[in-house]
């Protein structure tokens, strides 16, 4: 809401968004957001890793932990660049997740984020040369 409003300076007059501007702010907002639920989705979603020895227990916390994480304020809020890794260290399925799927979802975390920051311009309507390449 602030947004709208503009921000004032000293000794200068207030600054405002234009009507586009703020339309492509309010637009890219939304986009982001949606793109959070699916973030989430990506990260969780998952059966566990390759060579988890308690497969069936660490998909059962997995499932649990993707339902809370899905219910979780920030899985639609714009706040999703953020990591989810205290939420996965402390995965609240019923019973924690072996190592190696902590670790993967920590990884697939870092990777998941990466890949929407790389989108993140497009989502504000800009072009911004070598955005989208790695260490951008």
Not at 4 to 11: A, E, F, P, S
Not at 43 to 69: D, M, V, W
Not at 94 to 113: H, I, M, N, W, Y
Request: hydrophobic fraction near 35%; aromatic fraction near 8%.
């Amino acid at each position: 809401g602030k947004l709208v409003y503009g921000r004032q300076r000293k000794d200068i007059p207030r600054e405002c968004l234009s009507t586009d501007d703020l339309s492509k702010c309010f637009e890219g907002r939304d986009q982001l957001a949606r793109e959070g639920v699916g973030l989430v989705g990506r990260i969780f979603g998952y059966n566990s890793e390759q060579h988890c020895k308690t497969p069936s227990r660490c998909e059962s916390s997995l499932r649990a932990t993707q339902t809370l994480a899905l219910t979780n304020t920030t899985a639609g809020a714009a706040m999703i660049l953020s990591s989810w890794s205290t939420f996965i260290e402390g995965a609240a399925g019923p019973f924690p997740l072996c190592g190696l799927c902590t670790k993967a979802l920590l990884r697939r975390d870092v990777e998941e984020r990466h890949e929407v920051w790389k989108k993140l311009s497009s989502f504000l309507g800009l072009e911004i040369e070598k955005w989208d390449k790695d260490g951008a």
